[in-house]
T-cell receptor
Framework: GQQVMQIPQYQHVQEGEDFTTYCNSS?????IQWYKQRPGGHPVFLIQ?????EVKKQKRLTFQFGEAKKNSSLHITATQTTDVGTYFC??????????FGKGTSLLVTP | DADVTQTPRNRITKTGKRIMLECSQT?????MYWYRQDPGLGLRLIYY???????NKGEISDGYSVSRQAQAKFSLSLESAIPNQTALYFC???????????FGEGSWLTVV
């Protein structure tokens, strides 16, 4: 199945600062999904990107899919303590199970 | 009630023992998955099943087996548990298109 590399592995920010995590693939992706896992919780679906160059927003979260469909990013504007958790990207074709990146753990200090 | 239920939620077992983790879902999905989570390694796929008669190995299937007893039930077994199988295990489901994966609450397994 398809694989993705996710960076950074960890990020520690002050509340109010911005945060970005990136997913990169060596192959063209059919789509990419993003999940959030709160500490002690389970991963929860955030969004799916399908189209080349697609940009979607959810309040302070902005998701982008690269023009070549080989990379994606999740950007959080003005982080809050509620943003703490691990963010995963996941990729896979419809005939295969999703493969997850290793995740970016975000810590937000008040 | 949760859409994806895992039992047990926590278990400590001894090396060499057989352990089964059970998963049931009420979403009516055909696809079910077992993932393992370790710190710094993300979520790794153990086994997946696209329907009752379909079982596929994932990235790290060695040392594990699965059974799809019904559309709603998918169990994971460790025939002879070893300490490096200590991890957090997640069951998950998705619809036919696989567009969204719904995870259970997770099962913490410690092998001593």
């Amino acid at each position: 199945g398809q694989q993705v590399m996710q960076i950074p592995q960890y990020q520690h920010v002050q509340e109010g600062e911005d945060f970005t995590t990136y997913c990169n693939s060596s192959t063209t992706l059919s789509n990419i999904q993003w999940y959030k896992q709160r500490p002690g919780g389970h991963p929860v679906f955030l969004i799916q990107l399908v189209k080349s160059g697609e940009v979607k927003k959810q309040k302070r979260l902005t998701f982008q899919f690269g023009e070549a469909k080989k990379n994606s990013s999740l950007h959080i504007t003005a982080t809050q303590t509620t943003d703490v958790g691990t963010y995963f990207c996941a990729v896979g074709n419809s005939g295969y199970a999703l493969n997850f990146g290793k995740g970016t753990s975000l810590l937000v200090t008040p | 009630d949760a859409d994806v239920t895992q039992t047990p939620r926590n278990r400590i077992t001894k090396t060499g023992k057989r352990i089964m983790l059970e998963c049931s879902q009420t979403k009516g999905h055909d696809r079910m998955y077992w993932y393992r989570q370790d710190p710094g390694l993300g979520l790794r796929l153990i086994y997946y099943s696209f329907d009752v008669k379909d079982i596929n190995k994932g990235e790290i299937s060695d040392g594990y087996s699965v059974s799809r007893q019904a559309q709603a039930k998918f169990s994971l077994s460790l025939e002879s548990a070893i300490p490096n199988q200590t991890a957090l295990y997640f069951c998950a489901t998705s619809d036919f298109a696989g567009n969204t994966i719904y995870f259970g609450e997770g099962s913490w397994l410690t092998v001593v």
